[in-house]
T-cell receptor, first 114, second 111 residues
Framework: EPEVTQTPSHQVTQMGQEVILRCVPI?????FYWYRQILGQKVEFLVS????????KSEIFDDQFSVERPDGSNFTLKIRSTKLEDSAMYFC????????????FGPGTRLLVL | SQQGEEDPQALSIQEGENATMNCSYK?????LQWYRQNSGRGLVHLIL?????REKHSGRLRVTLDTSKKSSSLLITASRAADTASYFC???????????FGTGTRLTIIP
């Protein structure tokens, strides 16, 4: 069964460093998302992406964040200058059609900022 | 309460019993989805119910939706130890694509 994959599974970085989190959505899906979950808290929406552009973003998704689909399979989230409060589990998700359909989540990347 | 709040926050039952979790939300929705998360792991999609549906079944799962009360319930029948996990409801509103997640119910099945 097709699934969303994410790399790396864990990443430790120093405050102020740039990190790139990678995702491979399900191959025929058209909508891609990033969410995050700070330890012990709710899963929060960051951004959705369709047709090579951001279709929706949350207040969390400020200028420090960017997303890109560099090729036909990968979908990346870049945090330019990490802060301690960026420590969280980051989930990528994809859906076949509009965002009103089932979103399939990857296993997540646990980011720890020191 | 916030959009997507589950209750109870934690539930412990004996293996073989049924587990019921509830979710309440505040705004009109297009659909509501239930997810399972094993400790520290990814989110596994369980079931999606649309705003014009009242009940859906999938294996041992039964989901109901009451749009007049803005609430949903997830019933897991004949629970197993492997059902131990956190369960989240997530709502999708008309006109946008994001899912808004609830706070989750931590379910523990006692063998």
């Amino acid at each position: 069964e097709p699934e969303v994959t994410q790399t790396p599974s864990h990443q430790v970085t120093q405050m102020g460093q740039e990190v790139i989190l990678r995702c491979v959505p399900i191959s025929n899906h058209l909508y891609f998302y990033w969410y995050r979950q700070i330890l012990g808290q709710k899963v929060e929406f960051l951004v959705s992406f369709y047709n090579n552009e951001i279709s929706e973003k949350s207040e969390i998704f400020d200028d420090q964040f960017s997303v890109e689909r560099p090729d036909g399979s990968n979908f990346t989230l870049k945090i330019r200058s990490t802060k301690l409060e960026d420590s969280a589990m980051y989930f990528c998700a994809s859906s076949l059609w509009t965002g009103q359909e089932t979103q399939y989540f990857g296993p997540g990347t646990r980011l720890l900022v020191l | 309460s916030q959009q997507g709040e589950e209750d109870p926050q934690a539930l412990s039952i004996q293996e073989g019993e049924n587990a019921t979790m509830n979710c309440s939300y505040k705004t009109s929705i297009n659909n509501l989805q239930w997810y399972r998360q094993n400790s520290g792991r990814g989110l596994v999609h369980l079931i999606l119910i649309r705003s014009n549906e009242r009940e859906k079944h999938s294996g041992r799962l039964r989901v109901t939706l009451d749009t007049s009360k803005k609430s949903s319930s997830l019933l897991i029948t004949a629970s197993r130890a492997a059902d131990t996990a956190s369960y989240f409801c997530a709502t999708a509103n008309f006109g946008n694509e994001k899912l808004t997640f609830g706070t989750g119910t931590r379910l523990t099945i006692i063998p």
